[in-house]
């Protein structure tokens, strides 16, 4: 045995047997992926008839074994990524052979097998839907349960991290290079440097060190070091006299030849619509504000006396005016503690007379105290001067919404899409309702119906009943709906698990997409680069709104909870975004889990302290004034504004311009929800099944997915029919009970049992 291992000739033979097992699965694979399908049925389940019998014919270039190779390593291993391991045998074999060292074998099978692992379940994620099995039985297995633990999302973030590590550890590969003078000097001039030159290594070519000397007297002076040695020149300092000839280099246009006009454009299907007008609102005097000089200085006389009896002295005061409050900026002198002053909010108030006072201490960003006084004359701040604005008709926001003025009366512009979903909250007849209709009617001036649609749900059933007239334009609702305005609680929860069922057909159609976001996804599309054969559409935005919110949490609790949690941990990328009002801020309406998922909140004027922390989780908001003063807090930080006013009548006429024109033949149709808890849909009768029943059977099954959504897709079903197919499956037993947003189990593990079991119905 040692002769043998021993003998030169041994590894040669070696080598040669393994170039012919390379070359014979290369060639088994490279036609498995041509022929699979046509074979698939024949060495489903192996026997030795097929290895033995001579009737079985079978597509593959090399025959019975080549397709039961395919078969074996493809579908039941790994996958695409068993096309790796001929390559290792041929590099090993090849080296056995010329008895050399011509591929780095130990590097390249080591990579292989950390390929095993981690190709199989990517290729699963990223092309789950295909029929072709990518990622093998291993890649699918891990990818189930990985979706099942850290969600959709959730693996393809972590898919995504491990690949680019795999790489960055295999390749090395390198994110960027920095050209540092350090570098430049120690391999391009190292030695002509002067020793007593001071250079910083870390700065960047063309950078020069800069020295803060402090004199006994003045002010510091920046000085720049050059060294001592003036008449030896460093790399900055050569030639000072050479002129820099520079040659601008032309931008290329990034726009594609050729492909200008051949863009889907959305708005085409509304192609003579017109947007509303802004002679359709009320000026109100323009929202001009008026300055009352006397006012000013009473004020300003009151604050200075009143912490002066508290022997609190200041060194500066500043007026800021807003519509309806104006700030006073004071510095305090050295040595007054700024808590002093914030305890005498109530006592600033007696003696400005005024309702509202509120005390920042200290202001963010500045090194002053904010006392926020209501103006005795407050001014509306008409919707229509902010929808004049530059900054409105000018911005490249994807949702902008006017909210109003802060107190430098400064517009405020918002993005809804990054927000991305916007709690208020507010006691009866502050604003709430007026600054529901100032966003809805920002989004009517700036949006085309073919790019936003709107979710209305009112349990008060006269609030947004205005908006009927949009049904054809920008409403969406449940497919048998008559009113587009949700009212009944049952549709209320039949329509946000609809909405869940939208928000994950997008997910499905972006993963086919290969992109991250909405916006994304429709960039592809309008290029055309997204095929509508496979179900790709250009996908709306989705404003959700929702009024009196308490009503209808103490009427159906967790039904609209959970999914209102739901859809706003997870629609933002896809472009469902929310707006729930309410008038009663308590914990049990608010939870903890809506606030952690609703980092921008605005909060009216309120009954108490504890309301104001329940929505901002800090107090003010008992501090307003009402008619529309408000805080608007994103991301913890406060903003006091004036909202935006716009009256009924002037909502009723733009709602009526758009009504009145033409519009789509219906409303945007969600997907339709079938209650669960319907027992007629899940009697199973074989004789009255789906006549496509059979086909969605061995789809699942192929698959292995209980997945609605995978049926309607690759089936072309709406969703109605494809539910109804799936509730059948349950019954029958193929598929098992529905858990939640996750595809159901399926229970038959091949297609050879379900044949069976199919045979037996007929």
């Known amino acids: 045995m040692r002769k043998i291992i021993q003998d030169s000739r041994t590894p040669k033979a070696i080598g040669l047997v393994a170039l012919l097992i390379s070359v014979f699965m290369f060639i088994a694979f490279l036609s498995y992926l041509f022929t699979w399908k046509e074979d698939q049925s024949d060495v489903f389940k192996f026997s030795w008839n097929l290895v033995f019998g001579t009737k079985i014919i079978v597509h593959n270039s090399l025959g019975r074994l080549g397709a039961m190779m395919g078969h074996q390593f493809f579908y039941r291993w790994v996958g695409i990524t068993a096309l790796i391991y001929p390559l290792v045998l041929f590099a090993g074999g ?85 050209f540092s003078l350090n570098k430049q000097i120690e391999e391009t001039e190292e030695e002509e440097l002067p020793k007593d030159i001071s250079v910083r290594e870390d700065l960047e070519y063309g950078k020069q060190e800069a020295h803060i000397e402090k004199e006994s007297t003045g002010p510091p002076n920046l000085e720049v070091d050059y060294g001592e040695d003036n008449d030896k020149k460093t790399p900055e300092d050569k030639d000072d006299n050479i002129e820099l000839d520079i040659t601008e280099r032309k931008q290329e246009s990034n726009q594609e030849k050729g492909d200008v006009h051949t863009h889907y454009d959305p708005t085409l299907d509304l192609p003579h619509y017109k947007y509303p007008d802004l002679e359709l609102l009320e000026d109100y005097g323009l929202g001009q504000i008026k300055i009352d000089k006397a006012e000013l200085e009473r004020n300003k006389d ?246 009196e919110f308490a009503d209808l949490m103490m009427t159906a609790g967790k039904e609209i909870e959970m999914p209102v949690t739901r859809l706003a941990q997870l629609a933002r990328a896809i472009g469902i975004h929310l707006i729930i009002a309410t008038q009663r801020p308590s914990v049990n309406i608010i939870t903890g889990t809506i606030k952690a998922n609703f980092p921008a909140r605005i909060a009216f004027k309120v009954t108490s302290k504890v309301d104001s922390r329940t929505i901002l989780d800090i107090g003010g908001a008992d501090q307003l004034i009402g008619r529309g003063d408000m805080l608007l807090s994103i991301g913890g930080h406060l903003t006091r504004l004036q909202c935006a006013f716009v009256d009924t009548h002037e909502v009723e006429k733009v709602t ?97 049992q379900l044949e069976q079991f199919l045979n037996s119905l007929n």
């Not at 973030?157 to 960027?176: D, P």
């Not at 009143?306 to 305090?332: F, H, M, Q, R």
């Not at 429709?522 to 509508?532: D, G």
């Open 94 to 178: 090849f080296n056995l052979l010329l008895r050399k060292r011509i591929f780095p074998f130990s590097k390249i099978f080591k990579y292989s097998i950390v390929s095993s692992f981690i190709l199989p379940v990517a290729f699963a994620y990223f092309f789950y839907s295909k029929p072709f099995p990518f990622g093998g039985s291993y890649g699918m297995l891990v990818n189930d349960w990985m979706i099942a633990f850290i969600g959709t999302v959730g693996s393809g973030i972590f898919l995504s991290f491990i690949l680019v590590l795999y790489l960055v550890i295999a390749f090395n590969l390198e994110f960027g290079t920095k």
């Open 656 to 752: 009526e311009f758009i009504g009145n024109q033409a519009g789509y033949t219906e409303p945007y149709m969600l997907p339709e929800y079938i209650d669960e808890n319907d027992e007629s849909a899940r009697n199973f009768d074989a004789n009255d099944r789906d006549e496509l029943f059979e086909d969605a059977a061995r789809l699942v099954v192929l698959h292995q997915s209980g997945s609605t959504s995978l049926i309607q897709r690759r089936m072309k079903l709406g969703y109605n029919r494809a539910g109804r197919i799936m509730d059948q499956l349950e019954a029958a037993g193929i598929v098992g009970p529905s858990e939640g947003s996750k595809a159901r189990q399926v229970l038959f593990p091949d297609e050879y």
């Open 302 to 547: 009151q604050i200075i006396e009143t912490l002066d009896n508290y022997k609190i002295s200041i060194s500066k005061i500043k007026a800021t005016i807003g519509p309806t409050v104006t700030l006073y900026e004071i510095v305090p002198a050295k040595g007054i503690r700024i808590s002093k002053i914030k305890n005498l909010e109530d006592d600033i108030a007696l003696s400005l007379s005024a309702l509202g006072i509120r005390i920042i201490a200290p202001i963010p960003g500045k090194g002053t105290i904010g006392i926020e006084v209501p103006n005795a004359k407050k001014e509306i701040v008409p919707v229509r001067t902010l929808l004049a604005s530059e900054k409105f008709r000018q911005s490249e926001m994807e949702l902008p919404i006017v909210l109003g003025k802060n107190i430098a009366n400064e517009n405020y512009i918002a993005d809804l899409a990054k927000m991305p979903h916007l709690l208020m909250a507010g006691a009866t007849g502050q604003g709430k309702s007026v600054g529901i209709n100032a966003v809805i009617v920002s989004l009517l001036y700036k949006k085309h119906p073919s790019q936003l649609k709107f979710v209305l749900i009112d349990p008060k059933k006269v609030e947004l009943s205005l908006y009927k007239h949009l049904e054809k334009h920008f409403l969406a609702q449940l497919p048998g709906s008559d009113d587009p305005i949700i009212t009944d609680t049952k549709k209320v929860v039949h329509t946000l698990k609809a909405l869940s069922i939208e928000m994950d057909q997008r997910y499905d159609l972006m993963k086919e997409a290969h992109v991250r976001n909405i916006k994304e996804y429709n960039t592809k599309f309008i290029k055309r680069r997204l095929n509508p054969e496979k179900g790709h559409r250009f996908l709306p935005y989705i404003v959700l709104i929702v009024d």
